[in-house]
């Protein structure tokens, strides 16, 4: 890669989630940064990431990353907790673009929060990595964190069922358990639950939801700008690519950043 200052800032910011989920973190940060180029991966050959096991995980992130080195970007954005917890770690050190992980980028500030009872609602796999409250209590360990998995979440957006009364009760049945907490506030800690977010403030009200995504949109801002990578003369360009179903990502897409054009189907 050219890493010439100039060159270097002018090459697109790429990002990764296993479907639409990261569309959420997306649209935040291309408001924040409407001059910059962009590429979207959405794996949806593996979805739903949060019931893989770390090796799985560690096998899919490393190859979207070999990916997106060979199309020279400026920036990875791990636009998806299950990876941030599980493989950030491993593989942070081997790319020479800047990787930014949901759940690290984003602790600081909800650490911060005058908040003495949190709940989170992640995947299987992030609630058991528990990479929220390890990352949280590391700044501030007197906070309690409440962390519970809902495994059902992720198909309920990716399929489309988001009204259904089976989907409905899925829904219900871990706001009831998470209630039993009294927490003051929740992170939504997978980034297809913002898509929920109608549905959960029926129980919760929308201001006692943490999206952490227009946190870490913030944060990405401030970093690229930190390291004199920002564009501010792009074309504010975007390309979506999937590993699957195109047509079923872009219908999907349409709850919260519609697509213009089908996104293009890549094998990694
Ligand atoms: N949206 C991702 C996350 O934030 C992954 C969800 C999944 O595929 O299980 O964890």
Redesign the pocket.
Known sequence: MDKSDKCEKELPIAFF???V??LTVYKEVKKLLPDEDYLYFGDTIN?????KTKEELIEIARKIFDYFACRKVKAVVM?????SAMTYDVLKNDYDFKIYP?IQSVAKVISNLPVERLGVF??P??INSHAYSREINKLNPEMQIFEISCPAW?RIVEEHRLHQPQSLLQIKERLNEMSLHRPQRIVL????YPYLTGIIKNFYPEKDLIDPSKYFAEFIKNDLEMNGLLNKCGQGSEKFYVSSNPENFMEASKLFCPLTELPEPVKL
């Open positions: 989630d296993s479907g989920g990261g979805m739903p990431y949060g019931e636009a998806c907790n299950t990876t949901i992640a995947t796999a992030t992720v800690g997978c980034t297809h």
